[in-house]
């Protein structure tokens, strides 16, 4: 599972998703497990852009948070 491999790093990523501060903000506080935080990033992401909420723009935003190895582990 994705958030399983983000985990942690979720934070680094969220800024790259151009989430806002305040959504970020209430991932952090909603909970203490990185892998919910990291599903909740992908969840609210998705629900912000839509059908542009694409693998490759995702690929995108891994790379500029320099999690590109998310990225191409199976």
Do not use: F, Y
Request: charged letters at 25%; glycine letters at 4%; aromatic letters at 4%.
């Amino acid at each position: 599972m994705l958030a399983t491999k983000i985990g942690s790093d979720w934070s680094k990523l969220a800024p790259h998703l151009n989430m806002k501060t305040k959504d970020i903000k209430e991932i952090n506080e909603d909970s203490e497990d990185p892998i919910l935080q990291a599903r909740q990033t992908l969840v609210t992401w998705q629900d912000l852009v839509g059908s542009s909420a694409t693998w490759t723009t995702l690929s995108q935003a891994l790379k500029a948070a320099g999690l590109e190895e998310i990225n191409r582990t199976p």
